[in-house]
């Protein structure tokens, strides 16, 4: 590469130019594009080669009508043969300025430029950028570099930055070398100590309040960057675009750490979106193999796993100052339907209301979304995590689930019959009707409750005889007033009509020497003739209207307006 320092020259404007201008403008933009993927993207990244092969490309037709491209340099603007190739108005990252700052005034490339020095170039533009004060200036990479096909014209720059560019000074030819010295004024007066801002108004390196602005919003936009975000997505942009099984496999294990060190920094929106995009990542990928997509999957399912899922919720239960809730909602959204077990087991453990209610979204959005892994876990030997799946159950009225409950309804445990009764009732069906039959006559008062009121509720006749059963016998004598009034008013919806006779002799008839049925049964059995709510059974409500035991009165009364709305 040649170099002469504290040259001038000038490009004469008026010359007609060989040939059409566009080529010039292309390759240009082409290489400002180049420059910026070789700024923003790893040598090893598909959208890096292809902006050097259209570099490469678009030297082709520049080489195939000329031997050299001469270019001259201004603040803004690149000029091939007096016309502005490439014009950029923002010095601070346009490539015009790169090179003036410096003092390179003119470039001349020669063919053999593209293949040989051009990734070169492209470094040394990329290490200006981030360039220090204390660091080499482009014009010294340059002459270390010692390009063969770029060559270069450059000025060694005054003190006071005044520096004429190629063109500028009149009667200087374009290859006359001149010293460019700086002068003193010693007639005038002594200088001054004093630095005034217009001293740096002509100074090379001199911001005006336009540059100062975009610098500032520069930073602003730069500190606002989420860079973890943009990590992840870089990383599974390189597991989709890299085929080298080694390559996936070292990102697989960048992800593997990067998702432990964000969940022990509490960045719950990056862990989120690192498990979301896993199986995007998986689903893009080509030629993917199965041992690549089994090993990002399972670095997906690590939040998922007993152990570390158990482990994060307690220490965000135990935090004294929790993490905001939608950062919670996010990361539980992207687990994935294998954390459903540990997510239900947690439930009824946590002291955080927030976290409480987080987990509880989580836990219905996972068994809304496996109803086969919902159905496995209400057969789960953890009394804890049956009983949240039979709640689940029922609160979405999960269909697939019957069987299993109509399981739990001989379970040991009161509180799983309960639970189980409970679900079924919820569910509604048939066969959840049918399922509940065998819990009229269950050991548990809470659990006959519940079954005899859905019963009634649901209309299922299928169960008449059991409840009529258990109101004649003796064991029920002994029940309380809330349960006969449940047996006694699902009797009343399911027998219709044809329960009046029998209910009419429990509130009205006298057995041998006169004597009636207690008082809370007479009252349960008025408040079942309202439930039919027939003439028949108003018929047989008003005799006791006027019956000496309160609790009849009252019950018949309640009855009789109950029928009549």
Known sequence: MTSTEAQTGATSGDSEAPFSPVIVETLLQVFGKA?????????????????????????????????????????????????????????????????????????????GVEAEELIRLLDLLQRVRRAGPEDDDLLTLMWEQDFLFLHYRAVQLSM??????????????????????VSVDSSGAPESNVVEMKDF????????????????????TEYEQDLRRNIIC??????????????????????????????????????ALALREAPIAIEGARDLQA?????????????????????????????????????????????????????????????????????ERAATRLAASNTTELVRLIDSANIDIVLEAIRRAGDLKTGAAVPALGKRLGAEDPAIRIAAALALADIGSAGAMQQLERAVEDADREV?????????????????????????????????????????????????????????AVLNAR????????????????????????????????????DKEIMVRNAVAKAMRGSAA
């Open 448 to 504: 006959r409750i519940a079954a005899v009121r859905a019963l009634g509720a649901r209309g299922h006749r299928a169960a008449l005889a059991r409840v009529n059963a258990a109101i004649k016998s003796k064991a029920f004598r002994e029940a309380d007033l809330t349960e006969k009034m449940v047996y006694f008013e699902a009797y009343g919806m399911l027998a219709g009509g044809g329960g009046v006779e029998q209910l009419d």
């Open 234 to 271: 870089m990383l599974y942009d390189l597991f989709q675009t890299e085929p080298a099984a080694a390559a996936r496999d070292e990102v697989a294990d960048v992800l593997d750490q990067l998702i432990l060190h964000l969940l022990a920094a509490g960045d719950f929106r990056a862990v």
């Open 201 to 220: 108004d002509s100074a090379v390196y001199f911001l005006d309040d336009k540059d100062i602005e975009y610098l500032r919003q520069a930073m602003k």
């Open 35 to 111: 420059a910026r993927a070789h700024q923003l993207y790893l040598p090893n990244n598909p959208v890096y080669h292809r902006a050097l092969d259209q570099l490469r490309a678009a030297f082709v037709p520049l080489w195939a009508r000329t031997d050299q491209l001469l270019l001259s340099v201004s603040e803004t603007e690149l000029r091939w043969e007096g016309l502005a190739v490439m014009h950029e108005s923002s010095k601070s990252e346009s490539l015009p300025w790169l090179f003036y700052k410096d003092g390179v005034r003119e470039l001349t490339l020669l063919p």
């Open 160 to 181: 006071d930055g005044d520096v004429p560019s190629p063109g500028e000074t009149p009667g200087l030819e374009p290859g006359a070398p001149t010293q460019v010295t």
């Open 511 to 546: 057995g041998l020497f006169g004597k009636r049925e207690d008082a809370e049964t007479r009252a349960c059995a008025a408040l079942a003739l309202g439930k039919i709510g027939t003439p028949a059974a108003l018929d047989a409500l008003r005799p006791a209207a006027a």
């Open 291 to 359: 041992a690549q997509r089994d090993r990002l999957r399972s670095v997906a399912d690590r939040l998922g796993g007993p152990d570390t899922l158990a482990q994060l919720l307690q220490s965000l239960d135990d935090a004294a100052d929790p993490p905001p809730q939608e950062d919670l909602d996010e990361l539980f959204a992207a687990l994935h339907p294998g954390a459903l077990s540990v997510v239900l087991a947690w439930l009824g453990k946590l002291r955080s209301g927030s976290l409480r209610a987080s987990l």
